[in-house]
T-cell receptor, first 114, second 110 residues
Framework: KAGVTQTPRYLIKTRGQQVTLSCSPI?????VSWYQQTPGQGLQFLFE???????NKGNFPGRFSGRQFSNSRSEMNVSTLELGDSALYLC?????????????FGPGTRLTVT | DAKTTQPNSMESNEEEPVHLPCNHS???????IHWYRQLPSQGPEYVIH???SNVNNRMASLAIAEDRKSSTLILHRATLRDAAVYYC???????????FGKGTRLSVIA
């Protein structure tokens, strides 16, 4: 079974631009979560989608948004990029999104904002 | 959310057992104890989870104290590939996200 895939793997953007990242979960998984990882803040939860609905949201500004499609694929969007948005963005999927579900992480998208 | 406390770093010799401790004195009765690890340049990877009883799987064992205020992840024979940051995470019942702390950086010496 294929794992979680994320595209693109690397991205360079300029401050003020917007970016869209994509995540394809493991086949059959209905929950998709997004995390941001930076050296200073570590791994932080952004949001979680289940059956096309945002079910949980972390403490990030409204510039960070996401959505999930009927095939469970998910996208996250960051508008008006800031230098501090440079990070590794990780997507994780799980089967039903209920405890004690294990989450499977993708390799991440490395975003650099210049 | 209940917090966990882990040592910043630990070191082990290859092929020796490793005991990674985690304190969670404010754990509630419905909190599951999860362990994830992150190898260099990879996303986190699920290791094991438990609620009250000790658990074993192909990767590791999880020993949970009787009062549940602490737990220990046991790698029975450390290999170089086990060098990673190990995260101990509590998840309350329901649809709660993973809340990562700083974890324990495990170094394995050949």
């Amino acid at each position: 079974k294929a794992g979680v895939t994320q595209t693109p793997r690397y991205l360079i953007k300029t401050r003020g631009q917007q970016v869209t990242l994509s995540c394809s979960p493991i086949s059959g998984h209905r929950s998709v979560s997004w995390y941001q990882q930076t050296p200073g803040q570590g791994l932080q939860f952004l949001f979680e989608y289940f059956s096309e609905t945002q079910r949980n949201k972390g403490n990030f500004p409204g510039r960070f948004s996401g959505r999930q499609f009927s095939n469970s694929r998910s996208e996250m969007n960051v508008s008006t990029l800031e230098l501090g948005d440079s990070a590794l963005y990780l997507c994780a999927s799980s089967l039903v999104g209920q405890l004690p579900d294990e989450q499977y992480f993708g390799p991440g998208t490395r975003l650099t904002v210049t | 959310d209940a917090k966990t406390t882990q040592p910043n770093s630990m070191e082990s010799n290859e092929e020796e057992p490793v005991h990674l401790p985690c304190n969670h004195s404010t754990i509630s009765g419905t909190d599951y104890i999860h362990w994830y690890r992150q190898l260099p340049s990879q996303g986190p990877e699920y290791v094991i989870h438990g609620l009250t009883s000790n658990v074993n799987n192909r990767m590791a064992s999880l020993a949970i104290a009787e009062d549940r205020k602490s737990s220990t992840l046991i790698l029975h024979r450390a290999t170089l590939r086990d060098a990673a940051v190990y995260y101990c995470i509590l998840r309350r019942s329901g649809n709660t996200p993973l809340v990562f702390g700083k974890g324990t950086r495990l170094s394995v010496i050949a």
